[in-house]
Each structure stands twice: as structure tokens, then as C-alpha cells.
């Protein structure tokens, strides 16, 4: 597909929906994959209030295809699916919408395009002990789907929300075998669970554009053999990874998450194996310096 | 905007609803405009069954400016407009919908288009003896512009289904004040409306493809002063045309309609004039030998 002309009736359509959606990468991500392998589908942004007839429409519109879905409809939108898989209803909140023929199909692309990061990373996760900072919707996302499809040692969760870290350590234990311990928040906590993880999955957003010179580990507390994951990808390399990379740490962006959980969208939409490199380098142009 | 990598969450979105919908002309000749005047708008198709939650869709859709509207849906879909004019409820159809900030305006631009197909010739119509031959959903929108928006004398309908002949003669008698004779198409009456009328205009499906062989009106009954309009526009020169041009008669092809009637949505998309020769190019290539 050269440009807008060749949009012919049987183009598919994908779109974006959240409130608000000015900045989405979304439509410029997918657009140019499909453009990469020729595909005849087109990728649009709709700033949406009204998610049960938004949802009502994609299902009347055949060629409404897929849906990619951000805040603050992330979790309401689950009731209108006519399919969520168990793990996406444990993690409460999903980001894919996809339409085969009326019947709408929801799940999180999140969590797995974390797990991707690290396994890409060359990260061996089996046995190993994981401390999770935060217990938010990434938190949620990310600690489901290492509890199911990897074989870590423990998961310690640290967060100053009580009340959400005690209910993801209830809803993990109840719907995974994972070996959890979770813990208030504070330097004390964090440094005894430092001293014991090998793996650390910062999901707060504590770091994130415009407060980039906040990180929640101090760097005293880095050693080498860590790795440190951070779901922040504004900026590019939060203080967080910087200080962890210059001890000696690997470091995993938060734009690998980013960019894998569009990879999933897209190969979900499409049926086809995502251009990887495109997608990122799209990523990479609009958020670089 | 260049191709699809463009498309960002400002774009706005249009589309054609019908069902089938797979041979329409719409979004190549939208887009080709979009393209032309740089305009940061996108245009789709959807197959639409379920009209009600298409629109539902269309207003929880910010950006999702503005619809075409094509068979089986222009008569039912007046019910869910927040806004129809009169005229267009008195024909009883429209082809499109614009969504102001949720909310829906509808009208019809089919007699528009046709009116400004016949002024762009050249035609005078004040004072003239009308002869339209039908009285479907397209003679019912022709005739009201007209009798709205010209000084036309008289018009005569002619149709071979009674009903739809009474109904449209008494809509056309409630809601304007033209001239009306109605009378069931036969030989003897389309001689003798032959023998009166300065202006022909052709409003059934006689003469489409495939049965591109057959014209209502016998080439014995044409007066070179007459102009002739067809409605069908494929082939492009239906045999009626082609037999009135070589009487010397005027002839104004259905396609000028259906390039007019695109050119009127696509102003009311955007707000700004069209670029009616790239649109009718678009038509001309895709429709031509």
C-alpha cells in the first residue's frame, strides 16, 4: 500500500482508544508495518468517553479489526468481551481488542511483551529470585505472567499502597503457585530485598518524564549480577538504568515492553510476524532525543 | 499527508457503510481528495448490518467525522440522526452523516448533486416542462431538490409502479408547491410526455449493466431542443445517452451526479471545496473501458 488511495473496501481497520489520545505512537507504529510487508490494513486514533458503544460499533463495522486499548479504559472494558482469557481476568485489565466477525476477543499484550524483554535480554529467569517494586496495572500485568509461564524461584513485591500490594499478593496466590512474599515499601524493606534479588522489575512510575531525576533504588544497593528491568520509556534510559548500567548491572528498557507489546498487538491483528525493527525504529525516532 | 505513516491521532476518519459494500467507489475517490489538498483525514469502508450500533460506534468515535451512506441503509438509518432537514425527511433518504462532537447530522446529497449536474451544463431550468421517468428512492430525491431549489414549470412522473408513483405525486404535492402531473408509465402516455417535456430525466435502473442493451425511451421520441439525464451511470454512456447525443440532444451522464454527490459529502467532511477533477479522474479510471 503506497498511500491513503489504495484504501479499497477491503482494507482492514485497527485503531487506538483512551482518553486522552494526542500522543499515541500507536497509528505511526502499526501504519508502518503494515506499509513494511504491504499489508491492506489502516491504523487510526479515537479518542473515546464511551467505551460500551465504541465497543457496540467495532462490532456492527465488519473491517473493524483490531483495537489497541490505553488508559483510563484498560480495565472497564473487559465486561464487553465476549472472550477474555482466565489470566487476563486474574490481571483485571487488558489492551487488545481483536473482532472475529462480531465476537470480541480481549487480552493484555503487556505482561507478555515484558516477559519477551527479558527472554530477549538473554535473561535466565528459572529458580532465580525476582523483587517487583509497585503493584499497580504494569505490576499486575507483568507479575501473572511470569507466575505462569516461567519457573522463577520467588517474587517479592515491595509497594506504599497497601492495599493494592496485598491484593495482588491475594490474587496471585490464588491464581498461580508462585512463591510470593510481599512487603510495605521502605528503605529498610528495600534494602534487605536487594541484598537477595537477582532479577528487579521496577513498575512504578517514579522516573517517568517530567520527575527523570527520581529512582527508587538508591545505587549503593546495585551489584553487578543484578538485572534491573524498568517499564518507564520516557525517557529512553531512566536514572534508574543509567545508575544501574554504570554499576555494572544489565539493564532492560522499558521501550523493549513497549515495543514488543505492539509486536503482539500487530501479529494478532495481522496473523503475520511483525517487523520488529521497523516498529522500533519508529519508537526510537519519536521518543529520541 | 504522504502515506499511511502519517496517519496520527489528530486524523480524522470517514467511511462508506452499505451492504455489500465491496465494489465502492468511495474511498478511492475521498482519499485521492484527502491527498490532493493535504488534508489529515482517512477514509474506510465498512460492511454494516447493524446500522443502530454502527451509529452508536460513530458517535463514541471522536474523530470519526463524517459517514457515506449506501444501499440497503439510506431510508432506515434517518431514525437514529439527531438532526435531519425537512427536505430530506420528505424524501425519505439520505446518503450521509456528519458527527458534530456526538452528535449526528444527516442529509442527502444524491439531488444536490443531480441539480448541480444539470446547472454545470448549462441547462436552464426555470420555466421548463420536467419529465422524470421513475420514482424510486433517486427520483424522489431529485425531484424534491428540484421543486425546492428551481422554478421549474411543470413535471411529469411517469413509473410503471402505480403506488410508488401516488405516494411520491402526493409527498411532492405536501411538501412543495410545483406542478405536478403523475401518470403510469406506458407507450401512449411516454409518447405523449415525450411530445411536451424540455428536460428528460431517468430515474430507474434500465439501461445498468448488465443489461446495458436496454433504454426506456424509443430514439424515435427525442427533439434535438431536449436534454436528456440519466441517473445510471454504468456503463458510463448508457445506450439512452448514446442514442439522445446522436439525435442532438444534450446529454448529462449519471456520472456527473456521482461525482457531485461525493464532491458535496466531501465538503461537508472537511469544509473546505473539493478538488472535483482529481475526484472525477479517480471515477473515470475506475469505471472506464
Known amino acids: 500500500m503506497k498511500d491513503i488511495r489504495s484504501i479499497s473496501p477491503s482494507t482492514q481497520v485497527c485503531s487506538v482508544i483512551g482518553n486522552p489520545i494526542a500522543h499515541s505512537l500507536s497509528p505511526a507504529i502499526h501504519n508502518a508495518a503494515f506499509l513494511e510487508l504491504d499489508l491492506d490494513f489502516v491504523y487510526v486514533a479515537h479518542r473515546v468517553e464511551d467505551v460500551k458503544n465504541a465497543l457496540a460499533g467495532m462490532r456492527a463495522l465488519n473491517n473493524f479489526r483490531g483495537m489497541s486499548v490505553t488508559i483510563p479504559h484498560k480495565t472497564v472494558i473487559i465486561k464487553y468481551m465476549d472472550e477474555v482469557t ?24 503487556d505482561g507478555p511483551g515484558a516477559l519477551k524483554a527479558i527472554i530477549d535480554a538473554g535473561v535466565e529467569i528459572e529458580g532465580k529470585r525476582v523483587l517487583m517494586l509497585g503493584s499497580g496495572g504494569a505490576a499486575r500485568a507483568i507479575s501473572f505472567t511470569l507466575a505462569r509461564n516461567t519457573r522463577l524461584g520467588e517474587l517479592s513485591i515491595l509497594d506504599v499502597n497497601k492495599s493494592m500490594l496485598q491484593q495482588l499478593s491475594a490474587d496471585l496466590s490464588a491464581g498461580t503457585d508462585v ?55 520516557t525517557p529512553l534510559e531512566t536514572k534508574l538504568l543509567a545508575e544501574a548500567r554504570s554499576c555494572g548491572l544489565k539493564v532492560i ?23 520488529v525493527d521497523v516498529m522500533r525504529r519508529i519508537v526510537m525516532e519519536r521518543l529520541g532525543p
Open 86 to 109: 482466565e489470566v487476563d481476568r486474574s490481571i483485571g485489565s487488558i489492551n487488545t481488542v481483536i473482532n472475529e466477525h462480531g465476537k470480541l476477543l480481549g487480552f493484555g499484550t
Open 179 to 233: 512463591f510470593i512474599k510481599s512487603e510495605l515499601l521502605t528503605d529498610k524493606s528495600l534494602g534487605l530485598a536487594m541484598e537477595n534479588a537477582d532479577i528487579i522489575l521496577h513498575c512504578t512510575p517514579i522516573g517517568m518524564q517530567p520527575n527523570q531525576d527520581a529512582s527508587l533504588i538508591p545505587a549503593g544497593l546495585f551489584r553487578p549480577e543484578q538485572v534491573v528491568f524498568d517499564v518507564v520509556y
Open 253 to 275: 528498557s522499558g521501550i523493549d515492553m513497549f515495543v514488543n507489546q505492539a509486536v503482539l498487538q500487530f501479529e494478532r491483528f495481522t496473523g503475520v510476524d511483525a517487523p
